[in-house]
């Protein structure tokens, strides 16, 4: 007599099994591509945005509050100064200063060894401005000499060469090169800042918030929840007490408070986010430690002479992580809640950092006007980020409930 092999005996351990039905949860799957997608838009970063500058913050009025899908002819002309090269892993982290600068133009003219350009204005008032061409197309020294002779033009450029060229040569470079179209997929901000470069740098804080936030609660909460669940006793009461001191404070009212203790900052907001959320992980982590303990393994455990530390975190933990890592999850989420909260308050995220918080906070007040988009987007943002992990935790704790099975 056969007896029926069971549909997921192949697959091998509870995990691989938790992830079979995970994968097949479509909901929770798509969130989690969703996430894997923006994480990884948010690590490649400055290598995608449209602004290349330094914490996305190049500036220019004449740009400001335009409408998304807005295309706009600009000049990019060498600055006079030193821009210093940077590796494409600096660019990854930290961007890079334009070496142009930029200035939006409506209409300009080629004349001899000169540009003149009218500036972009949306009430058609833009001013008249003349640049050397060879200012556009290299950078000088403040007393550079141009030496012209007929169609010929020599001058030395900031770093000490003496170019010798022609003006026709000039012009056509400058067509070519120095003139060209910027399009803002999703306008700018009242600054001139392409929206879309600040919600893709902004994810970076977000994801990170989360990251870091629930890395801290973790290791906070498993250790207290692991040695009141596992020791009992006056260490339970003890620690049971200290959690609901903690439990009892709001939890925003706590984070505001942390984050006036660490000052304001990128990284003193993971902390202050971290060090507020561990209570639920400890909450957790005792009870099931409390269940746990008095089970066969754990007694043959102690008759073997284990240590109570190899007890706790090498048998005990790993059958506890299931809850743990569903509410890690909902955790996700807060923390990103939190974050933009803090920054949408000032005492987040400082600028010109940006995050999906201060973005809300900077626009806001265009809600009302024909700007809306501008606080609407990254509210989005955030809600889409949050829905996101709150499917994810939904998935996990309908894979990981082995009564549901079928």
Not at 43 to 52: A, L, S
Not at 141 to 163: C, H, M, Q, W, Y
Not at 188 to 205: F, K
Request: charged share 15%.
């Amino acid at each position: 007599m056969f007896l029926r092999k069971h549909k997921y005996d192949s697959t091998g351990s509870l995990s691989k099994l938790a992830w079979v039905r995970f994968h097949k949860n479509g909901v929770a799957f798509a969130a989690l591509l969703f996430i894997g997608f923006v994480s990884f838009i948010g690590i490649i970063g400055y290598w995608v945005t449209p602004d290349k500058s330094p914490m996305v913050n190049e500036q220019n009025l004449l740009l400001a509050t335009l409408r998304p899908g807005s295309k706009v002819m600009v000049l990019k002309v060498h600055k006079n100064q030193e821009i210093p090269p940077r590796n494409i892993f600096h660019l990854l982290l930290f961007g890079q200063e334009n070496k142009y600068s930029i200035y939006p133009i409506s209409s300009f003219i080629i004349s001899g060894d000169s540009i003149r350009i009218k500036e972009f204005s949306k009430d058609a008032t833009g001013l008249e401005k003349a640049f050397l061409l060879a200012n556009v197309c290299f950078p000088l020294t403040e007393n550079a000499k141009l030496i012209v002779v007929g169609n010929r033009i020599s001058f030395t450029t900031l770093d000490g060469k003496t170019i010798i060229t022609t003006t026709d040569v000039l012009k056509k470079q400058v067509l070519a090169e120095n003139i060209i179209y910027k399009t803002f997929i999703l306008g700018t901000d009242r600054y001139g800042r392409d929206v879309l470069s600040q919600l893709i740098i902004g994810s970076r804080v977000s994801i990170s918030v989360g990251f870091i936030s629930v890395a801290i609660s973790l290791l906070i909460g498993i250790f207290l929840g692991a040695i009141a669940g596992y020791f009992g006793g006056k260490t339970d009461a003890f620690i049971s007490w200290f959690i609901n001191v903690v439990w009892a404070v709001p939890t925003l009212l706590l984070v505001i408070a942390v984050t006036f203790a660490l000052g304001k900052g990128f990284w003193q907001v993971f902390v202050a986010v971290g060090l507020t959320m561990w209570v639920e992980v400890a909450r957790v982590v005792r009870g099931q430690f409390m269940s746990l303990r008095e089970k066969e393994f754990v007694e043959a455990a102690r008759a073997l002479g284990y240590r109570n530390f190899r007890i706790i975190f090498k048998h005990i933990l790993p059958n506890a992580m299931a809850p743990v890592i569903v509410i890690s999850a909902a955790n996700f989420a807060s923390a990103i809640l939190l974050e933009a909260g803090l920054s949408f308050l000032g005492i987040g995220v400082q600028p010109p950092m940006p995050s999906w918080g201060s973005m809300i906070k900077e626009n806001y007040a265009y809600i009302i006007l024909d700007y809306a988009y501008l606080a609407i987007l990254p509210g989005i943002a955030i809600m889409v980020m949050v829905l996101a992990f709150m499917l994810i935790g939904n998935g996990l704790r309908d894979a990981m409930d082995v009564k549901s099975e079928k």
